[in-house]
């Protein structure tokens, strides 16, 4: 079993829709990081989330701690925002990441 | 400010063959990372270092790869002899703070083919 499940694995929006995508972990962590990769692009990281809630434009990010869950969600959704959107979480000096889910935002 | 720059941005190698990637992170960052991202799965860690000393090398298979920060600034990743399941984009990251929970910025990546 991995350490980070997410789903959904695939997603596909219209324009304009809001989407949510969830992380769950089994481990007790320090950090949860939230990175996006572009397709044959690198990654960015969006946000680190330690508790509560994080905003930054259009995307907000979300930890429940004792429920060892995050989401990430995305309000009025753009084309531009179809991309991997990856889960990680540090516990001690290690490192697990999710196998991301691929967002497509159709116009 | 310069993000975290690595070279080659593509390699094609035989297997046997030795490969070497080069990470330059962002300046001041103490923390600086290696991932190994196999097609159609999430990155996973081979090694961290924090200035020149490796805080975490448990999932670097030691037997062919290794990897160094000898100043604490930029570092080397090395695969000696290379394998078909190599083939991968290696990542690096670096994070300015030593603790792993500061925002890490990660470089393009080099993807390796191993033919």
């Known amino acids: 079993k991995n350490e980070v499940e997410q789903s959904p694995q695939n997603l596909t929006a219209q324009e304009g829709e809001f989407i949510t995508i969830n992380c769950s972990y089994s481990v007790g962590i320090s950090a949860l990081h939230w990175l996006q990769q572009h397709p044959g692009g690198g990654i960015v990281s969006l946000f680190m989330?330690?508790?509560g809630k994080k905003k930054h434009g259009r995307l907000i990010a979300t930890i429940n701690i004792q429920e060892k869950h995050s989401s990430l969600h995305i309000t009025a959704s753009h084309p531009r925002d179809s991309a991997v959107y990856i889960c990680?979480?540090?516990?001690?000096?290690?490192?697990?990441f999710g196998t991301g889910t691929s967002l497509t935002v159709i116009p | 400010e310069a993000g975290v720059a690595q070279s080659p941005r593509y390699k094609i190698i035989e297997k046997r063959q030795s490969v070497a990637f080069w990470c330059n992170p962002i300046?001041?960052?103490?923390?600086l990372y290696w991932y190994q991202q196999i097609l159609g799965q999430g990155p996973k860690l081979l090694i961290q270092?924090?200035?020149?000393?490796?805080?975490?090398d448990s999932q670097l298979p030691k037997d062919r790869f290794s990897a160094e920060r000898l100043k604490g600034v930029d570092s080397t990743l090395k695969i000696q002899p290379a394998k078909l399941e190599d083939s991968a984009v290696y990542l690096c990251?670096?994070?300015?703070?030593?603790?792993?929970?500061?925002?890490?910025?990660f470089g393009p990546g080099t993807r390796l083919t191993v033919l």
């Open positions: 270092f924090q200035n020149n000393g490796v805080v975490d």
């Open positions: 990680a979480v540090k516990t001690g000096n290690q490192f697990y």
């Open positions: 300046s001041g960052h103490a923390t």
């Open positions: 989330l330690s508790s």
């Open positions: 990251a670096s994070s300015l703070d030593i603790g792993g929970t500061d925002t890490q910025y």
